[in-house]
């Protein structure tokens, strides 16, 4: 399939009326990785099907289904994270992470919930500030917290707790253990590999294709185009770049006037660059 094939076929699972969060992320794979292939995309859904059916039958409670899980993934497969895993582009693609058993915590967490879920386990995906772990049970009553980076880990309120501290300085709210949607986990895997490549200037391309499959979720902000504009400017392509900025000025001038204006110089800078 062709580049332009899977950024359709992105579109279009992105906009069903239950998105394959499995098949987002192995799109997202074939963007970063030609070799992956259909063949490839297949293999590692027949992965989590396996891993799925090494789940011991009669699982009942959150406990039971949080304490197989760790066993089968996190002890058995030995699927974990450590630090150097967040320097790696492979961390967050998750054909990558099925074959290395490493990776970050949101893609160790869909590792998590796709086997589960194949298994009719009651899991969801839990997007605290700055690590993403997995619940089981009901997210509004009876529930426990794992995380899969750290082999599965079972969390205790004070855990979680404490973890939204350190990443935000203030408390944990309710409305942090909600289930995570999973386009808004599609999301934020491709923010996390924004951020790798923004770091590295030489993977500019990178960037590109993750902006580019982010503005093609049915929800994404106006600024999320700016960025476009400007990785459109750095890439060369002057032109683009400079009517993307444009459009975004159009849109922030009823807000933010003098910030309009500030996007429209930037627009003509970049236009004079094409003389």
């Given at each position: 399939?062709t580049p332009a094939?899977?950024?359709?076929?992105?579109?279009?699972?992105?906009?069903?009326?239950?998105?394959?969060?499995?098949?987002?992320?192995?799109?997202?794979?074939?963007?970063?990785?030609?070799?992956?292939?259909?063949?490839?995309?297949?293999?590692a859904q027949i992965?989590?099907?396996?891993?799925?059916?090494?789940?011991?039958?009669?699982?009942?409670?959150?406990?039971?289904?949080?304490?197989?899980?760790?066993?089968l993934l996190g002890?058995?497969?030995?699927?974990?994270?450590?630090?150097?895993?967040?320097?790696?582009?492979?961390?967050?693609?998750?054909?990558?992470?099925?074959?290395?058993?490493?990776?970050?915590?949101?893609?160790?967490?869909?590792?998590?919930?796709?086997?589960?879920?194949?298994?009719?386990?009651?899991?969801?995906?839990?997007?605290?500030?700055?690590?993403?772990?997995?619940?089981?049970?009901?997210?509004?009553?009876?529930?426990?917290?794992?995380?899969?980076?750290?082999?599965?880990?079972?969390?205790?309120?004070?855990?979680?707790?404490?973890?939204?501290?350190?990443?935000?300085?203030?408390?944990?709210?309710?409305?942090?253990?909600?289930?995570?949607?999973?386009?808004?986990?599609?999301?934020?895997?491709?923010?996390?590999?924004?951020?790798?490549?923004?770091?590295?200037?030489?993977?500019?391309?990178?960037?590109?294709?993750?902006?580019?499959?982010?503005?093609?979720?049915?929800?994404?902000?106006?600024?999320?185009?700016?960025?476009?504009?400007?990785?459109?400017?750095?890439?060369?392509?002057?032109?683009?770049?400079?009517?993307?900025?444009?459009?975004?000025?159009?849109?922030?001038?009823?807000?933010?006037?003098?910030?309009?204006?500030?996007?429209?110089?930037?627009?003509?800078?970049?236009?004079?660059?094409?003389?």
């Amino acid at each position: 399939m062709t580049p332009a094939g899977i950024r359709q076929l992105f579109a279009d699972t992105a906009r069903e009326e239950r998105p394959d969060l499995a098949a987002l992320c192995l799109l997202v794979g074939a963007i970063a990785d030609p070799s992956l292939g259909e063949h490839g995309a297949d293999a590692a859904q027949i992965e989590l099907d396996r891993l799925a059916g090494l789940l011991p039958y009669g699982l009942e409670g959150p406990e039971q289904w949080a304490g197989a899980m760790r066993t089968l993934l996190g002890e058995s497969c030995g699927f974990h994270g450590t630090p150097a895993d967040y320097q790696r582009l492979e961390s967050s693609l998750l054909h990558e992470v099925l074959t290395r058993r490493r990776g970050l915590p949101i893609l160790l967490s869909v590792v998590w919930i796709e086997v589960a879920r194949r298994a009719g386990g009651p899991v969801y995906g839990v997007a605290l500030p700055g690590h993403f772990v997995v619940g089981f049970g009901d997210p509004a009553g009876h529930h426990v917290l794992a995380d899969p980076f750290d082999s599965g880990r079972l969390m205790s309120a004070a855990d979680a707790e404490l973890l939204v501290a350190g990443a935000t300085g203030g408390p944990l709210s309710p409305t942090m253990l909600a289930p995570a949607d999973p386009l808004d986990i599609v999301s934020r895997i491709l923010n996390n590999i924004r951020a790798w490549a923004a770091a590295r200037p030489e993977h500019l391309a990178v960037q590109l294709w993750a902006v580019e499959l982010g503005l093609l979720l049915p929800h994404h902000s106006a600024r999320l185009r700016y960025e476009y504009a400007q990785l459109l400017v750095q890439s060369g392509d002057f032109a683009s770049g400079a009517a993307g900025m444009e459009a975004y000025a159009d849109v922030l001038a009823d807000v933010d006037p003098d910030a309009a204006e500030t996007v429209r110089r930037q627009a003509r800078a970049a236009r004079a660059l094409l003389n």
